[in-house]
């Protein structure tokens, strides 16, 4: 196919923009709120007063600050409305013509947004995630244009190395590291996997940014696959996001057409597929051999590691598998350099973050800092604080994570300091919690969803979670004694030491944080109060006192 | 009714037990007359605006108890206030 010429297609997208672009927020936090609405009311009013050379409105992607849904931004002159209804969208479009009353807007300057980063939201509520010329116009493929043409998959892999970008899905491995072990192993085929198989409750990272600017990671698979030799790419996505799903599909299409996916792309003699598989929604599928199975068309169970994917994945062939936001920070690190984006985060952690900021904080939705910012920055100042009661602590990492408390909000949110403390960056969910949160109940409520979503294949998981639940449900209910509390201890230490995948070994990890630093709180709730927990039984042999105590 | 943790952490407990005292009937489960099914999501993905529930196919944001059973109202004769 003919190699499509970029400059002119974002030039001529360019050329077809009228001066003023309202953009209306269509990620699915925005369209709960109603924004698809809100778009048509605004395309209807720019129609009726006659308005259509002068100003168009467009749906584009996460504008970060969930809880003011529905969110529209009016370019060029940045301004953005809070909470739009379809009264408010009629007056913005009459106050282009300077007759209507003003409509409430947020400051941009204020924290939550001057606060932050962009690099991988750069274009999430900017560019139409439904349309190519406007992540073209974006600079959109021309990283992927320029390793093609200029740069030999070594050198790629050396970028990304050097750039020092670790896996964004939770476990922080190496980019670099892993393509250069995909690329050496043999094998007659080659496979690129991107996880966007987001379950942790609380957590929309990955569905934004596949709602916001699918192609970005479409352009990222691509530059994988010709780093490592890969000619097949897979979207692995949960089957609870029609939206993404529909924003996917659509993208691949287009960039089909165009030739920036397929048999030779952008002339070149480099082949390269990407094709969709849907999960069925469960959350041990996020593991990766859990992943590759269910694309292989089994049940999506985990398997023993070694062998890695790298080495014998999809088929038995080396497979590359990252994450979402992995992928989206390709493009830009070829485009801009390593050095570029090393210079971003601290000395082991580089780069920026996404974070989802919900809960207990005034302002809750997408967040994207530089690595080593710290905790009170994003919970305090980005989200506000909190509304009501005094903060207590933020739980990081979803079901895996763990508890910080609110006197070490100081530390800098990076891959070894969160992990110092108990807890994980996972992919990025941040929960606040305040006083009127129950510690003990926020750790049943973390187990008892890894007890629904463990696939049941190894014993320390499948029936450790049930244990630990039972114990947690137990003390909650005031009919615990010392004794649980010990065992509840070891218990979680054992599921944590023994499980075969990361589902059961990061289970027990919001029970031990909040054992760690809220114990007082497991303490006041023993039936025989408080001071009889500190009086610790002695334990001969711990795996029988872990499980041959009498839980009901 | 989201159980979501975002949803969780805001107090999606207090709605589920408004909705199912005054319905009378479990989470999972429906009205004898049919009426009313009263379902359990793991994450509706509006974190931002928790907690949510959705009403026959429309979420509701930031929804309390007292509004909750208010938009409700009728839908269980004698049944939610």
Known sequence: MESPDLRAIAE????????IEIR???????????????????KEAIRGAGLTDRARAVGVGCLRLCSAAPLVAVEPD??????VTLTSAASVVAGL???????KRLDPTSPFFARQASVVLENCGKIEPERIETYIAADGYQALSHVLREMTPAEVIEVVTRSGLRGRGGAAYPTGVKWATVAKNPGAHKFVVCNADEGDPGAFMDRSVLESDPHKILEGMAIAGFAVGATQGYVYVRGEYHLPIHRLTTAIDQAGRLGLLGSHVFGTPFDFRIDIRIGAGAFVCGEETALMASIMGGRGT??????????KGLWGMPTLLNNVETFANIPRILRDGPDWFAGIGTEKSKGTKVFCLTGKVANSGLVEVPLGTPIRTIVEEIGGGSPGGALKAVQTGGPSGGCIPAALFDIPVDYESLARLGSIMGSGGMIVLDETNDMVDVARYFMEFCKDESCGKCVPCRAGTVQLHRLLTRILDGSAGAEDLN?????????????????????PNTTLSTLRYFRHEYETKLKSGPLAARIKLPVLNPATAAIGGPVP | MCTGSACYVNGADALTSAVTESSGVKLGETTPDGAVSVLAARCLGACGVAPVVILDGTIKGDESPAGLLSEMKGWVPGGIA
Do not use: I
Not at chain 1, 36 to 42: E, G, H, N, Y
Not at chain 1, 78 to 83: A, D, E, H, S
Not at chain 1, 302 to 311: F, S
Not at chain 1, 501 to 507: I, R, S
């Open chain 1, 78 to 83: 940045g301004l953005l409305y809070p909470k």
């Open chain 1, 12 to 19: 001529g997208e360019r050329a077809s923009r009228p001066r």
């Open chain 1, 302 to 311: 985990p398997t023993p590691r070694p062998p890695y994917p790298a080495e």
């Open chain 1, 487 to 507: 065992r509840l201890e070891l218990l979680s230490h054992m599921v944590k030491d023994t499980s075969l995948c990361g589902l059961g070994q990061a289970a």
């Open chain 1, 24 to 42: 209306c927020c269509t990620a699915a936090g925005c369209v709960s709120a109603g924004s698809t609405a809100v778009l048509d009311t605004f």
């Open chain 1, 97 to 103: 013509s300077g007759r209507s009353a003003p409509v």
